[in-house]
């Protein structure tokens, strides 16, 4: 929600929050440009060529959160945590980098780091790239009647959309020339994760209205539901520039100004207790925390992925 959302005016151009309540706005990484002791700098900054090199706290807190996936049961020595570290360091970092050049310096830091905390031993077994996933299941006992293995050559484009849905919060914007592949591997990594998927339906009248209608059914399922779905958009349904506004604020906060009634938010609110009462038995089902707690959930179901072209006018 935006700042201005949560003050009230005072007095003339003076805001603050609601009588008898604080705000707290927290800035992050406003003093990354100076210089400290620690060399912590970001060392891959953003350039025209490279404008989505944009690393911060957040990208820690996504490595973090990917190595709790694994069971205890499989991450049973130091070896195999190192992987798994390795593993999500590459998938949340590595894979943003467009040059080998990048991609050797990452490889680099990597076994330095290990070497200089852990021993150059372990330092050495992570020279091959470890692949973790959560969505296999075990073999069941051999009978005999087995079909031939089929071999299917996946890009590794598939691999990282797959990873980009199933996380929470993930969203995707892929760039490619039509017939690459985009809508595709996304359908196909949707079905894998369980979710649903969801293309508009573009026609002559098509407008603001009608998408303003299927973001609500896409937060229906996914906040009030609780369920997974992918939202595919590509470049040849952008009819009206305003159509970019929306999908800005689904992907940046979450919340669409003026997108329900209060009668449906009242009813997507009162549906929504008992669910939160399970996660969060603390809190009071107010109005505020229900929505919060709807807003929450749909950012967490819902997954958006753009599929532009480089040499659409749009793009």
Request: proline share 4%.
């Amino acid at each position: 929600r935006t700042v201005e959302s949560y003050v009230e005016k005072r007095v003339g151009s003076t805001y603050g929050p609601p009588s008898g309540r604080k705000m707290t706005i927290f800035v992050d990484d406003i003093n990354m440009p100076v210089i400290n002791e620690w060399g912590d700098q970001v060392k891959m900054l953003p350039t025209p060529a490279k404008f989505h090199y944009i690393f911060n706290l957040r990208d820690l807190s996504r490595i973090w959160q990917g190595m709790l996936n694994i069971m205890a049961e499989e991450c049973f020595n130091l070896e195999t945590l190192l992987a798994l570290f390795k593993h999500e360091c590459t998938r949340v970092i590595a894979d943003r980098f467009v040059s080998e050049e990048d991609r050797y310096w990452f490889e680099n830091a990597v076994t330095r780091i290990v070497e200089d905390n852990i021993g150059k031993q372990l330092a050495e077994k992570l020279h091959k790239e470890p692949y973790f996933v959560d969505f296999l299941r075990d073999l069941p006992e051999p009978t005999g009647d087995e079909p031939e293995d089929f071999v299917f050559v996946v890009p590794k484009v598939y691999e990282m959309i797959s990873r980009i849905i199933r996380t929470d919060c993930g969203n995707a914007l892929l760039v490619g020339v039509g017939g690459s592949g985009k809508q595709s591997f996304t359908k196909l990594a949707s079905y894998i994760a369980g979710y649903k998927i969801f293309q508009i339906t573009l026609t002559r009248a098509y407008n603001v209205g009608n998408l303003m209608d299927d973001l609500k059914i896409l937060y229906r399922t996914a906040g009030a539901e609780g369920k997974g779905i992918t939202f595919i958009f590509t470049d040849n349904e952008i009819k009206e520039e305003s159509f970019l506004e929306y999908l800005n604020n689904v992907l940046s906060s979450g919340e669409v100004s003026n997108l329900f009634a209060r009668d449906e938010l009242d009813e997507i609110t009162q549906s929504l207790i008992a669910p939160m009462k399970k996660e969060a038995s603390r809190v009071p089902p107010t109005f505020d925390n229900l929505y919060e707690y709807f807003i929450k959930r749909a950012r967490k179901h819902l997954h958006v992925v753009l599929c532009f072209s480089p040499v659409s006018v749009c793009f």
